[in-house]
């Protein structure tokens, strides 16, 4: 006969006395642990002489956050470093997590040198004006 006891049930006990309920609550509830596994959702609206893109990116410093327009593609892409120290009374932790979330968007006939980026409260603003002809040519974008 099969065991029909839930992985979670089954091993939870052990998962919880190894590593502590906390450990395990803070590692799955990380919002940047979550984001990055459904990468960076955006709001895209065009009117007559623009593009804007509005993405979602909470919890990361702008300095982590690289804006990219090359060959007809935007590509925003972040880092996330995360350093955790915590001692208490026989009881020492020290953690470390790394991740990097990337997305990219087909942009045709953009004028590269106007693009305008600015950041504000985890939502990253593009502003792409249109253009006749785009420029082929790679062209890394200032965020505000």
Do not use: C, Q, W
């Amino acid at each position: 006969m099969f065991d029909l006891v839930p992985f979670r049930k089954r091993h939870g006990d052990l998962m919880n006395s190894f590593f502590g309920r906390d450990f395990m609550d803070s590692f799955f509830n990380n919002d940047f642990f979550l984001s990055s596994t459904s990468g960076i959702r955006a709001d895209i609206k065009e009117n007559e002489k623009e593009y804007i893109i509005e993405a979602e990116i909470p919890g990361v410093n702008k300095e982590a956050i690289e804006v990219e327009l090359r060959d007809d593609y935007l590509t925003i892409s972040a880092n996330h470093n995360e350093e955790i120290n915590e001692e208490r009374e026989n009881y020492i932790r020290k953690e470390r997590r790394t991740g990097r979330i990337s997305r990219s968007f087909y942009v045709e006939n953009v004028r590269n040198e106007d693009v305008k980026a600015t950041y504000n409260n985890g939502i990253l603003k593009i502003v792409l004006p249109k253009s006749k002809e785009g420029k082929k040519k790679g062209y890394k974008i200032d965020i505000n």
